[in-house]
Antibody, heavy 123, light 109 residues
Framework: EVQLVESGGGVVRPGGSLRLSCGASGFTFDDYGMNWVRQVPGKGLEWVSGVDWRGSSAGYVDSVKGRFTISRDNAKNSLYLQMNSLRAEDTALYYC????????????????WGHGILVTVSA | EIVLTQSPGTLSLSPGERATLSCRASQGISSNYLAWYQQKPGQAPRLLIYGSSNRATGVPDRFSGSGSGTDFTLTISRLEPEDFAVYYCHQYFSSSRITFGQGTRLDIK
């Protein structure tokens, strides 16, 4: 059974940093691209970042470029999102999602999602 | 950036009725790169349709997708009580500008 479990969320002050993790199980992790998608509670979905199977190619939404860094450790079956210079508008539920049917690329349909982890940026 | 506009914002229907949800792209995209998701309160989104018209594993055949270019449609042929949820379209044609529609809420009438 495919499982994605996010961790590392919490409350942080504006300008602070957090590192999100996503532990994967039930599939061959390094066969798949992985993404982070966020959702302000009660609002819509927003793509944040994606990384290919090797960790060599990545993309970011413009609003997080230069502040967030996506990475992965295939030996540990884990995906990460380092978030620096956090702003109030980064407050959201962050989902880890697997990219299906894309041959390891970071862009494609999301066939499995984690349950999400809440990040709150507040003074 | 490719903007996806979903309509209507809210759709109120009764079980057994047919639902038609629209997703319009601000520029043409290949139908291979358009997906639909269902999200229920307190849950993560669930993949329904990918490549515009392919049902994901385990998705009932009352769900179907169609469209090309800038206009895409998700149809639910006969609504079941568990289908009332929020639906999002998603384009991954532009790899550096992946976007979602704002969602359509399907309510019980």
């Amino acid at each position: 059974e495919v499982q994605l479990v996010e961790s590392g969320g919490g409350v942080v002050r504006p300008g602070g940093s957090l590192r999100l993790s996503c532990g994967a199980s039930g599939f061959t992790f390094d066969d798949y691209g992985m993404n982070w998608v966020r959702q302000v509670p009660g609002k819509g979905l927003e793509w944040v970042s994606g990384v290919d199977w090797r960790g060599s190619s990545a993309g970011y939404v413009d609003s997080v470029k230069g502040r967030f860094t996506i990475s992965r450790d295939n030996a540990k079956n884990s995906l990460y999102l380092q978030m620096n210079s956090l702003r109030a508008e980064d407050t959201a539920l962050y989902y880890c999602a697997r990219v299906g049917g894309a041959g390891g690329l970071y862009y494609g349909r999301y066939d499995f999602w984690g349950h999400g982890i809440l990040v709150t940026v507040s003074a | 950036e490719i903007v996806l506009t979903q309509s209507p914002g809210t759709l109120s229907l009764s079980p057994g009725e047919r639902a038609t949800l629209s997703c319009r792209a601000s520029q043409g995209i290949s139908s291979n790169y358009l997906a639909w998701y269902q999200q229920k309160p307190g849950q993560a989104p669930r993949l329904l349709i990918y490549g515009s018209s392919n049902r994901a594993t385990g998705v009932p055949d009352r769900f179907s997708g169609s469209g090309s270019g800038t206009d895409f449609t998700l149809t639910i042929s006969r609504l079941e009580p568990e289908d009332f949820a929020v639906y999002y379209c998603h384009q991954y044609f532009s790899s550096s500008r992946i976007t979602f529609g704002q969602g359509t809420r399907l309510d019980i009438k």
